[in-house]
């Protein structure tokens, strides 16, 4: 019987303080071993079905409540994890064109693992990778600084990479079939598993990227894990199905006027197939666990469960997907355990994907290169007090003025499946006026659309953002936000993280 696997993203180990011998050979000191565990369109409805991740890492470490993917698209998510930039600064704000992009501008050789590999570590990626890799850079590559790779070829969206897909191993493609073996969570568990086997034996820290691609669509369960869930129901808040959308932009009017009713069996049905799917990577997770446990290196070890992007089910009366501004899209869930972090902890500062790479790096105690826009929240775990953003910034789409210049000059073949988004429920993905840019406080979402449209919502008052009050804000609380989102939309490095601690913004409204 196969066991348990689990979508995390286990992301670091620091060594506790003390030497490790385990199967003759001595590990370092002070190099703990990192590991991700991601899955792919996750959202926080879902939390409590991966009961292994809660039981053997949100209990016995630390639980995030405030976790955002700024452009909450698997690429552009995918690309700040690996660089700790915002998207405007990877210049992967689309998933199209996607890994092409990241390649023609050679961000791959500065990116986490390289950083980990030069300071001593074995590095391995296992699943996803970008969307559309390797268009360009030949069906063969392996990015650098990986020492076992296993990906997806993410070119062919006929079917998807649950069954029938092709994994590159180490410039070798491998094809796979529909046999139950061949269930793609269960391949990338058994590599994980003998990677971590085998960077043992060679006595080496090492970081381990597990890159699921459950619960994405089609959300296709292991054979074992089909009928668990059958009369499961959607957990619905306020804002499914909203009746009045009066308040709402056009350009988000316009999503719900497709003809394409998404009612609530349709979220029923496909909030149970989400469910099922993830069982395999809550499994996975569970085996990670006791892979570390048997090999002594599980107090060696940071590990954190995380989700690429939220995905919504019918709030605001929008057929299911990703890539809105909207809470279910881009705050996601995120845990982690590992040495000094107390059982038990709940971080609510505003965290992001790009503080990943930073917090890793700082505790294996490497350098970041300037360009990081993120920050370290290893002092948040440790329960240290440390100055902290009041804000982040939110961002989809190329803007009217950076299209030429960001997807200009790549050469791509006809028939290139860049020619659209291979993926179907990025909701505003080639809406025209769809790109946005805001400003995500502590208590409020500022969102200013390509088309001229805005959004504002108190979500203190209004958690499920159902009254847009941008309209009744006052000139001088609009003209503050609109100037402190133009700086922000281009910061880089640590300008970025000085102008986020500076939006704690007193709102005031235009009288009645």
Same mark, same amino acid.
Not at 178 to 185: C, H, I, M, N, R
Not at 254 to 261: R, V, Y
Not at 428 to 434: A, F, I, K, S, T
């Given at each position: 019987m196969r066991k348990k696997i689990v979508i995390v993203v286990i992301v670091l180990a620091l060594l506790a303080g003390a030497l490790y011998t385990v199967k003759g050979t001595r590990l370092f000191k002070d190099s703990p071993n990192i590991i991700i565990i991601l899955t792919d369109d996750m959202d926080n409805s879902m939390i409590p079905y991966v009961e292994n991740a809660n039981r053997l890492i949100g209990d016995q470490g630390a639980v995030f409540s405030n976790y955002f993917t700024p452009t909450p698209l698997c690429c552009p998510s995918r690309s700040s994890t690996l660089r700790g930039q915002y998207s405007h600064n990877t210049d992967i704000l689309e998933n199209s064109p996607g890994f092409a992009r990241f390649f023609k501008l050679k961000e791959e050789e500065n990116t986490l693992n390289v950083w980990l590999q030069d300071a001593g570590y074995r590095t391995a990626l296992y699943g996803k990778y970008l969307n559309n890799y390797p268009v360009n850079a030949g069906r063969n590559y392996v990015p650098p600084n990986w020492t076992d790779w296993g990906a997806f070829l993410g070119t062919d969206y006929e079917g998807d990479m649950f069954y029938n897909y092709t994994m590159n191993e180490n410039g070798t493609l491998v094809d796979y079939g +529909?046999?139950?073996? +061949?269930? $793609?969570?269960? =391949?990338?568990? +058994?590599? $994980? *598993?003998?990677?971590i086997d085998d960077s043992v034996d060679a006595g080496a820290p090492f970081f381990l990227f597990i890159s699921v691609y459950s619960p994405h669509g089609p959300a296709t369960a292991a054979p074992r894990h089909e009928n668990l869930y059958n009369d499961l129901i959607y957990p619905k808040g306020p804002s499914f199905g909203e009746e009045d959308l009066s308040d709402k932009p056009q350009i988000i009017r316009?999503?719900?006027?497709?003809?394409?009713?998404f009612d609530e069996n349709d979220a029923n049905a496909l909030f149970r197939a989400r469910v099922s799917s993830i069982q395999s990577a809550d499994e996975l997770t569970a085996d990670v666990v006791h892979s570390l446990e048997q090999n002594g290196q599980l107090d060696n070890t940071y590990i954190f469960f995380v989700s690429d992007n939220g995905f919504h089910l019918g709030e605001h009366k929008i057929p299911s997907g990703k890539g809105t501004a909207y809470e279910e899209d881009i705050r996601v869930p995120m845990m982690v355990r590992g040495p000094g972090i107390v059982p038990g902890t709940k971080i609510s500062q505003i965290t992001a994907n790009i503080d990943l790479a930073p917090t890793i790096a700082d505790i294996v105690s490497v350098g970041t290169p300037d360009f990081v826009d993120g920050r370290s929240f290893l002092p948040c775990l440790l329960g240290q007090d440390v100055t902290w953003r009041n804000g982040l910034l939110v961002e989809f789409g190329y803007e009217i003025e950076d299209a030429f210049n960001s997807v200009q000059s790549i050469s791509l073949p006809n028939d290139s499946p860049l020619i659209k988004d291979p993926e179907t429920d990025n909701t *505003? =993905? @080639? =809406?025209? @006026? @769809?790109a946005f840019r805001g400003i995500r406080g502590e208590n409020y979402i500022y969102v200013e659309y390509a088309n001229g449209e805005l959004e504002f919502y108190d979500l203190k008052a209004d958690p499920y953002e159902l009254e847009n009050l941008a309209y009744k804000l006052s000139p001088e609380t609009l003209d503050t936000l609109h100037t402190k989102l133009e700086s922000l939309k281009y910061c880089v490095g640590s300008e970025c993280q000085r102008l986020e601690e500076d939006l704690q913004i007193e709102i005031s409204y235009t009288s009645p």
């Open positions: +529909d046999a139950p073996e +061949d269930y $793609s969570t269960d =391949v990338i568990r +058994d590599k $994980s *598993l003998k990677f316009a999503l719900t006027e497709t003809g394409d009713d *505003l =993905v @080639g =809406v025209e @006026g @769809g």
